[in-house]
């Protein structure tokens, strides 16, 4: 059954699955890693679509907060070499076990660009969580992204800097990411969106169980200890003020094991009154379901941030 619903000016839903469906069991480590690698396997999707004019850089630069060299990879619209004006720009954030580049690799993230004059950057985060370590101090990934990666890429590339042109997305473990950068420092962008996002991270210990050997206490400190409710998104929604939000997009599949948290991520965005859209359509935990959902969030980011039909 296909439904969409708007409720007043606050959220809307576009849904499309079984009551039963979505009920799948929790994998196993084994299963989890022989998922990734499957994915990790999957045939390369081209940087630029045949006469789409998207092209890609890659770049390395020298990160003073990290002190050590990261990567980042660019997608330019078609109009970037001719126009000489200024874009707005979408971080895209990769997931756990994934390289930067893997949205342009498992996606057709090329072709679906070509009809908008935005700007992509898909940088690198190793396994980080986008959080700031708790046990390893060098590892401050949050400070990374506002003290060193945006303004190079705002040296480097024509992208404009406003808030109101700027947007972040992500898959999975990107999802939470975004979702938190998203929720702790609205102004810094005007859309946000969650691609089947780890959204309980931070108290889910089934979860933690499935990522070892990676050690999630390292990373989040200690439970009740103050770095770990920093990245308690669930418990951070309470205490928003949705005058000062971006617009949220969230999508997951029907049958991905992270669904209910995804959909108790929706319910408390509804409950505090912040404008959201929630997708989902049959599929797991896959790059094939990101991929088919990929236009559907660039067209609420156009829409959102008033993007201009690419010329």
């Known amino acids: 059954m296909r439904r969409a619903l708007t409720i007043g000016l606050t959220f809307a839903v576009a849904v499309s699955w079984s009551p039963a469906r979505g009920q799948s069991q929790a994998e196993t480590p084994e299963q989890f890693y022989q998922r990734l ?36 990879r660019v997608l330019l619209p078609a109009s970037y070499g001719s126009a000489h004006r200024y874009y ?18 498992q996606t057709n993230l090329a072709r679906d660009l070509e009809k ?34 945006t303004p190079d890429v705002e040296r480097r590339f024509r992208a404009r800097t406003e808030t109101p042109a700027r947007a972040i997305a992500g898959v999975s473990m990107g999802g939470y990411g975004a979702m938190l950068w998203a929720l702790r420092y609205p102004q810094a962008f005007s859309f946000a969106a969650d691609f089947s996002g780890s959204i309980n991270f931070a108290r889910d210990a089934q979860m933690a169980e499935i990522l070892k050997p990676f050690d999630t206490v390292k990373l989040l400190g200690p439970d009740d200890s103050g770095t770990r409710k920093y990245g308690d998104i669930m418990a951070l929604v309470p205490t928003l003020d949705a005058s000062s939000l971006p617009y949220v997009w969230i999508t997951c599949g029907a049958d991905d094991p992270l669904l209910k948290q995804n959909l108790d991520f929706a319910e408390g965005l509804r409950g505090r009154h912040i404008a959201f859209e929630l997708h989902s359509a049959p599929g797991g935990h896959a790059w094939v379901y990101w991929d088919g959902q990929l236009p559907s969030m660039l067209v609420a980011l156009a829409r959102t941030m008033r993007l201009p039909e690419a010329r």
Do not use: C
């Open 37 to 72: 690698s499957e994915q990790q396997q999957l045939p390369s999707a081209p940087v630029r679509s045949e006469g789409s004019g998207v092209t890609a850089q890659d770049v390395v630069f020298q990160s003073r907060t990290l002190d050590r060299e990261m990567r980042y």
């Open 88 to 105: 707005p720009v979408l971080y895209l954030l990769h997931g756990y076990m994934n390289t930067y580049y893997d949205w342009d690799k």
């Open 116 to 149: 908008y004059d935005l700007i992509v950057v898909m940088p690198e985060f190793d396994n980080s969580f986008y959080l700031n370590s708790a046990g390893e101090p060098k590892d401050r990934y949050i400070t990374y992204f506002f003290r060193d990666l």
